[in-house]
């Protein structure tokens, strides 16, 4: 489901120390509206989008990608979140496949860009094993510049999986 207004309670769940440990920590309420407000945001800019992850009716994560340079190159970059009671329930598995289909096809448009990488911390043993589960391979670690535009950067792994065929 696209992003909009009513998943700002779902942030707020998501803006914990515990969700947030390997991004820095919980953000400050006025940070938190802020990227609420990017996200919404997003689908004008034709640079990305974020998405509300669903079981059912429940709102229980968010799944978003958008393009970036790195390492000159233009790619799609990708990040998740999962509430503790819904994770281990394949909720980012069918979320993350989701987005790499549609990518796929976008891919398939001149001016997309062909590869989707995510920068999970090297220590989220989670979202590294999703990574691998989704297909995508390993490039190694790098360290990865986050919030953007922050100078703060953060030990990551470099994941990549191509979107068009070769």
């Not at 090297?122 to 590294?128: L, M, P």
């Not at 589960?133 to 953007?148: A, H, M, V």
């Not at 535009?149 to 792994?157: A, K, P, Q, T, Y």
Request: hydrophobic share 40%; glycine share 10%.
């Amino acid at each position: 489901m696209p992003w909009s207004g009513a998943a700002l309670g779902l942030l707020r769940r998501i803006n914990t120390a515990d969700m947030r440990r390997h991004v820095g920590g919980a953000e400050s309420e006025e940070q938190m509206l802020a990227r609420h407000r990017r996200y919404l945001a997003m689908p004008a800019t034709g640079r990305g989008e974020m998405f509300v992850v669903l079981l059912g009716d429940e709102m229980v994560g968010s799944i978003g990608y958008h393009k970036r340079d790195w390492q000159g190159e233009q790619i799609y970059e990708t990040g998740w979140n999962v509430l503790p009671p819904w994770q281990g329930r394949g909720a980012a598995s069918a979320a993350g496949t989701a987005l790499i289909s549609m990518l796929r096809e976008a891919a398939r448009h001149h001016d997309a860009p062909d590869s989707l990488h995510a920068f999970p911390s090297v220590e989220n043993t989670a979202s590294n094993a999703l990574c691998r589960r989704l297909g995508f391979t390993l490039l190694g670690p790098c360290d990865f510049e986050y919030p953007p535009g922050s100078g703060i950067l953060m030990r990551s792994n470099d994941w990549r999986i191509t979107l068009t065929e070769p």
